[in-house]
């Protein structure tokens, strides 16, 4: 049995290790694409807001533009017919 290694062996072993950087490099992409998906930012009065914040707003606003609506009527007819 010879006491070194052969160049084959260590060239094989270089490649394997190449091929494995490779694809764990590929993995720690792909993780970081799942993992952080920055949000578009929209500017509002000079303030940056993400699109979730401002969907929140105009839902909520347009909500509470209708309950304040039904509300008002339903007092009035409350008030009129109690």
Known sequence: ??????????IDEHNNLLAEYNL????????????????????INGEYETKRDVYAWKHGFVVG????????????????YL
Do not use: C, H
């Open 1 to 10: 049995m010879p006491r070194g290694i052969s160049i084959a062996n260590v």
């Open 24 to 43: 764990l490099e590929k993995e720690n992409k792909n993780l970081k694409d799942k993992l952080y998906k920055p949000e578009q930012t929209v500017i």
């Open 65 to 80: 533009f209708f309950a304040s609506f039904i509300g008002n009527y339903l007092g009035i007819y409350l008030s009129s």
